[in-house]
């Protein structure tokens, strides 16, 4: 699915903005105008938007309305409806007509409504759904009383923020148009070789292909869809030296008159894993960064670029490199300005909570039963659409160099093997570029219970020491992380060990002179005390913090305000002590 763009031979109207907003209590009928209802934003979640907490915290259904109006030219073209993400499943009805639906929180989706489009106005109606269950991705615990009503258990540690969480527009095109663009390449040296993938749909005569730089000058052209081009003397993408290609994609009919016109940025890097090394055109990559998330005050996990952008910078200035999309695929416009800046991340699909007893408010990150994850949870379909949609939308982001197909899966329980194996393999098979796959392991799956380590091309670890174990003791912290680090390498020999989160909840403004947990001096402590044992290790090719800043969560005993206070900065982006310490680290590292 392309991204929405205005072009020579299509237009693009954003319907953003105030939309009426109700939670669902009884019948709705989708052709007849929604009564009761609140005014809301679009996008963003709607959780924080009003006073009303029954409302922030109802289960179930909501609805969304807006009227738009077309030009009657407009219906002469193909015109298309598309969601940049509604979280977590909707329904989509114009003009009282179902035209969609779609189950998945976090990409895209569109629908050709050129049939129910009507001249002068038009109503939009999304039926939007928060709940979530054993068989979808994210998973959760949910039931259904007699009085009709949801309780929910969420399997993961995050507020679940939902509505029309990205931006929603209306595209035309001709009858013939340009699909889907894939642009592979290979490299020799400074020669690539560009070898797309092209599909339009409708009739046409001839196609013009032609490679821009970003000066604009054409450095390669191509007479067909199928054709390969030469670039003689490649920019490379590098980390932090973005540089970025276009793939212009220009489609005729036999007159020559232009029917579909594209372009499709992309960079050109290799991606390889060797010898506990983590390549990216040729050359030893460490990882340095955060685990994010969408999270910000009134948006919820609505799309935000200022914040996004901002984001961005301090981490630049801080020395950092990397992100992972922790825990699910941030929305286009942010990956797209990763492209820009050279951000390398490592891109996760939803598939977060795949571990029945998981549950992180009540007793904490250590206080396991054990489950039958693989016997009672039934994601494997909702999982492989998921990665299809992530892969499918993010294949050409220079920026991603890796798929985590899942975060803390019960990688230690028995059928896990099997289920990750189907996943992986099936994410290969997607993926035009074949890069490195990895899933993100949680504590509690060490070296001597993980069942799916031997599948991934990286070892992706969160690791809570000194704080969910050898809490307050940073000494022993240190001895057992470098033992459980001792027995990875043993185990899986040649394959770089990544941290995608460590961290300690640290209460911004608490300082303490017997450097006690929550404070800001505890939190210098455990980084300090982590690094070190990093440091001594040559395999490990990679520090992603837990978490970049802090964020919203389910209320809970260790979730002080309903907040996960891991960030190095605080929600609203203020340091903590240890920033200054690591922004010298990482600024004057050389690994
Ligand atoms: C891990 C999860 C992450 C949590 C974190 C924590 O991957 O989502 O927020 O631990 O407990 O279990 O802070």
């Known amino acids: 699915m392309l991204y929405p763009e205005q072009t020579a031979t299509r ?78 499943s909707c329904q989509v009805y114009l003009n009282g007509q179902e035209v969609a639906h779609h189950v998945g929180g976090f990409t895209p989706f569109e629908a050709d409504v050129s049939h129910h489009l009507r001249a002068g106005k038009n109503d939009l109606k999304v039926r939007v ?41 209306l595209y035309t095109t001709n009858r013939t148009y340009i699909d889907h663009i894939a642009v592979n390449y290979d490299v020799e040296g400074a020669k690539t070789t560009v070898r797309p993938e092209i599909n339009v749909r409708g009739n046409y005569d001839h196609a013009q292909l032609r490679i821009l730089d970003e000066e604009g000058k054409v450095v390669a052209t191509g007479d067909s869809l199928q054709a390969d081009m030469n670039i003689a003397d490649t920019h490379r993408w590098q980390p932090l030296h973005a540089y970025l290609y276009e793939l212009e994609v220009n489609v005729y009919n036999q007159e020559s008159d232009l029917l579909d016109s594209y372009t499709q940025e992309f960079g050109v890097r290799t991606i390889a894993v060797k010898n506990d090394r983590f390549l990216i055109n040729g050359k030893p990559f ?24 901002m984001d961005y910078q301090i981490m630049k200035w801080m020395g950092a490199n990397s992100f992972r999309t922790s825990h699910y695929p941030y929305c286009e416009e942010a990956m797209r300005q990763a492209d820009r800046e050279g951000l390398v991340v490592i891109d996760e699909c939803p598939a977060v909570g795949i571990f029945e007893t998981f549950n992180v408010t009540l007793g904490g990150n250590g ?113 057992d992380l470098k033992a459980e680090l001792e027995k990875w390498h043993q185990k899986l020999p040649g394959k770089p060990i990544v941290f995608t989160e460590f961290g300690a909840d640290t209460k911004a403004g608490l300082h303490s002179i017997l450097r006690m947990p929550y404070s800001e001096e505890y939190q210098l402590d455990y980084y300090k005390a982590n690094f070190a044992v990093f440091d001594q290790c040559d395999y ?51 690994k």
């Open 540 to 590: 490990v090719q990679g520090e992603q913090l837990w978490n970049f800043a802090d964020f919203a969560t389910d209320a809970g005993m260790i979730r002080i305000g309903g907040e996960n206070l891991k960030g190095v900065f605080t929600r609203d982006r203020q340091p903590k002590e240890v920033v200054e310490f690591l922004r010298h680290r990482w600024l004057k590292m050389d």
């Open 367 to 479: 206080d396991f039963k054990h489950g039958n994850t693989w016997d009672h949870l039934n994601t494997m379909a909702n999982h492989k659409r998921a990665i299809k949609e992530m892969v499918e939308r993010d294949h050409d982001h220079p920026s991603v160099v890796m798929w985590s197909v899942a975060n803390e899966p019960a990688s230690h329980e028995n059928g896990a093997h099997e289920y990750f194996k189907e996943i992986i393999d099936y994410t290969r098979q997607q993926d035009p570029q074949k890069r490195p796959i990895t899933m993100v392991n949680i504590m509690m799956a060490n070296a001597d219970k993980d069942l799916v380590g031997d599948l991934l091309d990286v070892i992706c670890l969160n690791r809570y020491y000194g704080w969910y174990v050898d809490f307050n003791n940073l000494q022993q912290a240190q001895s």
């Open 11 to 88: 237009t693009l109207e954003d319907l953003s903005g105030m939309w009426k907003f109700k939670a669902e209590t009884g019948k709705v009928d989708p052709e007849k105008p929604l009564t009761d209802t609140v005014w809301m934003a679009v996008p963003a979640s709607f959780n924080d938007q009003t006073m009303n907490t029954q409302l922030r915290n109802h289960l179930g259904y909501f609805w969304y309305e807006t009227i738009f109006n077309v030009p009657a030219d407009q219906l002469k073209k193909r015109n298309v409806l598309r969601f940049g993400s509604v979280t977590q």
């Open 286 to 309: 460490y990882f340095k960064g955060f685990g994010r998330h969408e999270d910000s005050l009134a948006h919820g996990k609505g799309e935000n670029m200022p914040l996004v952008n």
């Open 129 to 169: 759904s928060n709940l979530l269950d054993n068989d979808t991705i994210p998973t959760a615990d949910l039931k259904k009383d007699e009085q009709g009503h949801y309780h929910m258990q969420t399997r993961f540690d995050f507020y679940n923020y939902a509505g029309i969480h990205r931006r929603v527009r």
